[in-house]
């Protein structure tokens, strides 16, 4: 499972809370434990040695009076027993026919004088005492049940687990939401570097005045983006430069061409020439246009404002016919089944580089068709987005070549002895992706290729 | 500089500036080639001695030259004749340019490298509409609607009406039909060319785009159908 951030905080500072009050409340329970003990093992040593001593030391005091006097005095323990023996091991004194326990009492007896044992048995607590005197060895065994103390022991005990399970998932949430709190701004700064693609590079964090490690990260995360968009934009112009560069030369070439064709003295060959010279350095022009325009739309600015996607397709046709003369498109716009409402056709597009898209994938159609028939179906989904389906007969891409048809210099089997560049779809592809449109590539039998693309419908209108 | 100044005459005087000498050789050779007298210039220097004070038909202007740009060369032309169509030539293809460009009075705009027959279609289209005065025709009324064919606008009830080129010429066929039924097939071949071919619903959905912007919102209606014939202009 992953933890967020905030999830591993509150996991980890509850889990040492609950480690550090864990063993804290087991040592207090133990200490109190011990602490009953000592002092139970004091009453019941007092005990001992004041029934010996009334019965060895006070002659007035014999086993029935002190039985009588034991009887009558406050401090009697719970389920109390004291026996006295003499050294032979025979009772001299006992508070009760029954001691109620099977205690081993041989081990009392293998006492030294002044030593004493102290041991718990089932629920009694058990104390015998060697005591001698001048003329004899006497050996006294209280046994009884610290009722009262036990039960603080376990009341103590509830105590404490009570606490512990209360305060565990208190500490827990109140972590969690401190964590949420101090690193709000984190999930800001998360939501924020999302948005930002190719298109918003100008976009900066808002950062607080708290001058914490989330400010300074914010802080150098919009240095890291000034960086890039300062080369962003040198690439730019360096691609602007680049263009010009490029395009004037190769106006030169198709201008000296052109006229040369014009001329009435070439033989059918030198033609030929002329036209495929002319129609490579006019193929050079579109892909460096098309570069140019992908290296510009990094910036907002150019996102023209809303058009009809009709007429762009219209404006793409007339544009085509320049290198693709034979061109024919049947043009459709289709309805939704069981409406007769008509579609909005608007979109919210770069008109250049929408264009552009168009251009490749008419002379795209035109190029691949067996008989330069393009169809051309345009129509508003029920989800708000505008299908454009550019089909042409012709030889389909295999399945293995269709999964790779948008990867750049990518060439078919049916590109054989066909110009292009294998930039063309890359393009367009990165074009409609800029969009927010998707397109895909549908081989309908063997000889019907199609181009699906659906673009978002504008909101706007033109 | 080359070439004179010949007004009197008939052929089209076009002025070219384009520092790039291969370039404008090319071009002035093409339109002789096609009928056109040309003069050429290469920077601001030579517009300023010794093209500025003439009258040309047509100038075609470079953006990018030394000195003062094309840019600023067109808008000196405009203060000097409103008239002459301006063609701004550029290798950018930034729609700052062509706004730029548009802003300073230009009338049309081509990318380098280009076509010579999409820059002869270009420079015709412009002498076309620089040269031909208002005939009739060109302003047509129907009831409250004016459609001006050269101007390409349309205003009813006095509103300006935004139509999408395709609507335009669609809404012009059947004005110019002056209230006679138009057929599917008929509107499908004037509204595309020969390389278009389309349906009659797709012929349905254009005349429902120009009937929302037409009569939306008005009493009269003026797009009517004939069920089984056509469409045809009239105010019912």
């Keep these: 499972m992953k933890l967020t951030l905030k999830k ?31 002092e139970f093992k004091i009453r019941l040593e007092e005990k001992a040695l004041t029934n010996l001593r009334l019965l060895v030391e006070v002659d007035e005091i014999n086993d029935q009076l002190l039985r009588t006097i034991e009887r009558s005095t406050l401090n009697r323990l719970y389920k109390e027993k004291t026996v006295i023996y003499n050294s032979t091991g025979h009772s001299v004194y006992s508070t009760s026919k029954d001691t109620g326990t099977t205690w081993d009492k041989s081990r009392l007896f ?22 001698q005197t001048q003329k004899k060895n006497y050996y006294a065994l209280v046994i009884a049940e610290d009722k009262y103390g036990y039960r603080k022991l376990r ?27 101090l690193l709000k701004p984190l999930d800001r700064f998360i939501t924020e570097i999302t948005s930002i693609g190719d298109r918003n590079l100008t976009t900066r964090l808002a950062l607080s005045d708290r001058h914490d490690e989330i400010d300074q990260l914010g802080k150098a995360f919009n240095l890291m983006m000034e960086r890039i968009e300062s080369s962003y934009l040198r690439q730019q112009e360096f691609s602007a430069q680049a263009s010009h560069e490029l395009r004037t ?91 007769d409402k008509e579609p909005n056709l608007d979109v919210q597009c770069n008109e250049a580089l929408l264009i552009q898209a168009l251009i490749n994938l008419l002379r795209n159609a035109d190029l691949y068709s067996d008989d330069h028939h393009v169809d051309v179906r345009l129509k508003q989904t029920q989800d708000n987005l505008l299908s454009l389906r550019i089909s042409n007969n012709g030889a389909t891409l295999n399945d293995g070549e269709a999964s790779r048809i948008f990867n750049a210099f990518m060439r078919g089997d049916n590109a054989r002895r066909k110009q292009g560049s294998g930039l063309g779809l890359r393009i367009t592809q990165r074009i409609l992706q800029y969009h927010g449109a998707s ?15 659906l673009l978002p419908v504008s909101t706007q209108t033109v | ?36 007298s040309c003069d050429v210039g290469h920077d601001s220097t030579d517009f300023k001695t010794l093209a500025q004070d003439k009258k040309y038909d047509l100038y075609i202007l470079d953006i990018n030259i030394p000195g003062m740009n094309g840019i600023q060369i067109c808008e000196r032309i405009r203060q000097a004749d409103r008239e002459a169509p301006v063609l701004m030539l550029t290798a950018y293809s930034d729609v700052k ?68 080129p395709k609507e335009f010429k669609l809404l012009t066929i059947l004005a110019q039909a002056d209230g006679k ?41 003026l797009i009517q159908t004939r069920p089984g014939f056509g469409y045809f202009l009239k105010a019912e």
Excluded: C
Excluded at chain 1, 10 to 21: D, E, G, R
Excluded at chain 1, 156 to 179: C, E, N, R
Excluded at chain 1, 289 to 295: I, R
Excluded at chain 2, 198 to 206: A, F, K, L, P, W
């Design chain 1, 110 to 131: 293998r006492l030294p004088p002044g030593a004493e044992l102290y041991e718990t048995f089932g629920e009694f607590d058990v104390y015998g005492f060697h005591y």
């Design chain 1, 155 to 181: 009341y103590l005990g509830v105590l404490l687990i009570s606490a512990f399970a209360l305060s565990t998932p208190i500490v827990w949430l109140l972590t969690f939401a401190a964590m949420r709190g």
């Design chain 2, 181 to 221: 039924v138009v057929s599917k097939s008929a509107i499908a071949e004037k509204l595309w060319e020969k390389s278009v071919d389309t349906s009659h619903n797709t012929i349905e959905v254009y005349i429902n785009f120009l009937r929302r912007k037409i009569d939306k919102g008005h009493a009269t209606r």
């Design chain 2, 97 to 164: 340019d062509k706004v730029n460009a548009f802003n300073a009075g230009a009338d049309d705009y081509l990318v380098k490298p280009f076509h010579f027959d999409e820059l002869l279609a270009r420079i015709q289209a412009l002498l076309r509409r620089k040269n031909k005065p208002l005939q009739q025709g060109d302003i047509l009324r129907v009831h409250d609607m004016v459609v001006n064919i050269p101007e390409a606008t349309v205003e009813r009830s006095g509103q300006i009406i935004l139509l999408s």
């Design chain 1, 249 to 339: 030369p190769l106006a030169r070439i198709i201008s000296q061409l052109e006229n040369l064709e014009a001329g009435e003295t070439h033989s059918e060959r030198t033609r030929e020439y002329l036209y495929n010279l002319r129609n490579d350095a006019h193929q050079m022009a579109n892909l460096i246009h098309s570069l140019l325009l992908l290296a510009q739309s990094a910036n907002d600015q150019h996102f023209t404002g809303v058009r009809r996607l009709d007429e762009l397709l219209f404006d793409a046709f007339e544009q085509t016919k320049m290198f693709a003369p034979n061109l024919q498109i049947h043009f459709e716009i289709e309805l939704e089944e069981g409406t």
């Design chain 1, 439 to 453: 397109i895909r590539y549908i081989a309908e039998g063997k000889y019907l290729n199609v181009f699906e693309i």
């Design chain 2, 1 to 36: 500089m080359q070439g004179t100044m010949q007004s009197e005459e008939k052929v089209p005087y076009i002025y070219l500036l384009e520092d790039d000498l291969t370039l404008s050789r090319e071009i002035r050779q093409f339109a002789i080639n096609h009928g056109f």
């Design chain 1, 8 to 38: 591993r905080a509150a996991v980890s500072i509850s889990l040492t809370y609950s480690l550090i009050f864990g063993v804290t409340s087991i040592t207090i329970w133990l200490l109190f434990a011990s602490y009953r003990e000592d």
